[in-house]
């Protein structure tokens, strides 16, 4: 059984910081890439960050780069997103997604959570 969890969304004003938490089980996190997506209302789903199994590469959306930072911990089957300047532009569900990238390094997304709310305040 595969699972992602997504934890650390709240409420939190313009200026302000939150790190979101992905704890992945029932698959062979150490081989996989990592990212995060968000969907605001209204909107279509929209990438927001990627790492690389081993961690060494991170990719960043336009709307984020130089604010967000991704991360992981492969010996907790964790990734992070710590967002800072948030804007409510931000606010969105964000979504935790893994795909498979020693076998295959073109694979797609194919395993998400169930999303965590980020509400920024203006």
């Known amino acids: 059984q595969e699972q992602l969890v997504e934890s650390g969304g709240g409420l939190v004003q313009a200026g302000g910081s939150l790190r979101l938490t992905c704890v992945s089980s029932?698959?062979?996190?150490?081989?996989?890439?990592m990212a995060w997506f968000r969907q605001a209302p209204g909107k279509e789903r929209e990438f927001v960050a990627g790492?690389?199994?081993?961690?060494?590469?991170?990719y960043y959306g336009d709307s984020v780069k130089g604010r967000f930072t991704i991360s992981r911990e492969n010996a907790k089957n964790t990734v992070y997103l710590k967002m800072n300047s948030l804007n409510p532009e931000d606010t969105a569900v964000y979504y935790c997604?893994?795909?498979?990238?020693?076998?295959?390094?073109?694979?797609?997304?194919?395993?998400w959570g169930q999303g965590t709310q980020v509400t920024v305040s203006s």
């Open positions: 997604a893994a795909r498979q990238s020693i076998v295959n390094p073109r694979s797609s997304y194919d395993d």
């Open positions: 790492i690389s199994w081993s961690g060494r590469n991170t």
């Open positions: 029932g698959r062979p996190f150490d081989s996989d890439a």
